[in-house]
């Protein structure tokens, strides 16, 4: 059995944790290159491709890329400072994560009720495809925040989980910085 | 092995059909074939992308294994 240890192991310079986070963005990236590899078909294999600012809400889209910028920067300052700084810093990311989502949501709200669904076209097919899965994943880091944030855990293990998140939280951000660039630009 | 993949390598280079891609060889050149070629890339460029983490990872993890072989043996002495 692997024990849980956050201390780093001589042969691999990382901590068993931090590695097998690794391996699981690792697999993250596949899951969204398959994504952006349909993307890639379905555009170029288009007749004609809807503009970005015209279809979507750029001003939402550009207060989201905001919004999910302050959240990381407040996740990664949590990595450094006492156990009690971190879990408060993460508390505020939480907040700015939430505001994500529900900006999300008001977003899809006033699409949907202009008839702009997913069945429309192959745009709006694979653009409601990326957001929705990117948001599951700002959900599923909220749940982890309030996971690190609820535990019982001692000062060191406590601290190397929000390491860990907050490159979770980078992750997120590149990922939305590609959909941003590719969809709504 | 070596001489494995030397035939291997050969062969390859011997016979052109070997570097067509088997989902787009002898498509039309149409929209169609575009995107498939477009979305190939794109899954070889990601791909490449983690294999070369893994490669760099496991490579590092090699030379760390042999440096702290070293250490200790050179403490035994």
Redesign the interface.
């Known amino acids: 059995m692997i024990p849980y240890t956050i201390d780093r192991r001589a042969d691999t310079a990382v901590s068993n944790t931090t590695l097998a986070f690794w391996l699981f963005l690792a697999s993250e990236v596949m899951l969204f290159g398959a994504l952006f590899s349909a993307y890639a078909l379905l555009r170029a294999s288009a007749p004609a491709w809807p503009s970005g600012p015209a279809t979507l809400n750029l001003p939402l889209g550009i207060t989201n890329t905001i919004v999910l910028f302050a959240m990381t920067s407040i996740a990664w300052r949590a990595r450094s400072g006492s156990a009690g700084r971190a879990v408060s810093m993460l508390g505020l990311s939480s907040i700015f994560g939430l505001a994500f989502l529900g900006i999300k949501a008001f977003e899809y709200s006033g699409e949907i009720r202009a008839g702009v669904v997913p069945a429309t076209n192959t745009f709006l097919a694979i653009y409601f495809t990326l957001t929705g899965l990117h948001a599951i994943h700002v959900a599923g880091g909220l749940v982890a925040n309030a996971w690190v944030m609820a535990g019982r855990a001692g000062s060191a293990m406590l601290l190397n989980r929000v390491r860990l998140i907050s490159i979770y939280w980078i992750f997120v951000d590149v990922i939305w910085v590609i959909i941003f660039v590719v969809l709504y630009v | 092995m070596k001489r494995l993949i030397a035939v291997l390598v050969a062969v390859a280079f011997v016979e052109p059909a070997l570097f067509a891609c088997p989902v787009c060889f002898q498509l039309d050149d149409n ?13 070889l460029a ?2 490449t ?2 294999l070369g ?2 490669g760099v990872f496991v490579t ?2 090699a030379a ?2 042999r440096s ?1 072989k070293f250490e200790v043996q050179s403490s035994k002495f």
């Open positions: 929209a169609t074939t575009h995107g498939i070629r477009a979305a190939v890339t794109v899954l990601v791909t992308v983690v983490a893994f590092r993890f760390r294994e702290l």
